[in-house]
């Protein structure tokens, strides 16, 4: 073998032909495989459906019984807005695996040699970049197979599209999907698609792709940030930092002011909270949001301590329900988090 450890990361929703061509190339030139599954604790939503033990399980349902014993599955999350501390956790992830899986063996973990498996011509490869340490084994990509449209047709239930991704997908992924359409999760994932379709089909008469200007309001106070919980479609449900779109006639700092006060009815002025912004950052991922190019401008709100204890709070307008979050318990809500609202906080934690 050429490898020990071969590395193969990606999102796998789903697991389809294409990803298990990789796998089985990759364990032909490899010992062992280290699978890192990305967006590993995100909200469910209709891009991100299945939770990593569920994406393992449709992996591991694919491989030969040889083949799972010779492969290892791992969560990592986005982080979104900080390339180096994603792949601080993906080289600490691989370590760990190897380190575990060597324990018994009398030779040091860094002298196994660990490649990283890709195909460079993929539309999300840049990653590859990011790991110079480890050689690459460039594999070509497996054409009319896009995790993507699967999706699609996966959440179109009036179409008859799923059956046509029979061989798109190994049998046993097939048949696990097809199961998944009659549960109540994917009834909640397919009622969030369709909002989105509709949202998005309500400008495509436009002469271009509309980009959406949004402004979010991060407000800390002493050990606590200020959360509300979504009333509406898209992320019903989810927490998610107070915020919205811009009006037409409004500056953006206003913006997020005006929908901090709307959705919290936080009783501070708003010459304080003017006042109390420590910093701002525009987040503008291009896939942060399933409504469309949406790029937000969020701002850091310090509040000062009075004595007084934190501010009374109560949702309304758009959110159901607000309150104060000790942020240690904040570092545990990934997965309850809406869109990229996780990312923004913790890139402004790392400023403070």
Known sequence: MKFDYLVFIGRFQPFHAGHLAVVRQALAQAGKLIIICGSARQARS?????????????????????????????????????????????????????????????????????????????????????????????????????????????????????????????????AWLDAFRHTETYAQLEEEWRYVQAFRQSWAVAPYPPTFVTADAVVIHSGHILLIRRKNLPGKGLWALPGGFVDQNEPIRDAAIRELREETRLKVPAPVLAGSIRASRVFDHPRRSLRGRTITHAYLIELTPTGEGLPKVRGSDDADRAKWVPLYEFQRMEAELFEDHFYIVNWFLGQI
């Open 46 to 174: 209709p891009r991100n459906p299945f939770n990593v033990a569920e994406r393992e399980q449709l992996i591991r349902a694919a491989l030969t019984t040889e083949e799972q014993a010779r492969v290892f599955v791992v969560g990592c999350s986005d982080r979104m807005y900080n390339d180096q501390q994603w792949v601080t956790e993906v080289q600490s992830l691989v370590d760990k695996v190897v380190a575990v899986d060597t324990a018994s063996v009398e030779q040091r973990a860094t002298e196994f040699r660990v490649g990283i498996i890709g195909c460079s011509q993929s539309r999300a490869s840049y990653y590859l970049d990011l790991f110079p340490q480890w050689p690459r084994v460039e594999v070509p990509e497996v054409a009319d197979v896009q995790a993507s449209a699967i999706r699609w047709v996966l959440w179109d239930k009036q179409g008859s599209g799923f059956a046509d991704c029979v061989a798109q997908l190994p049998v046993p992924v097939f």
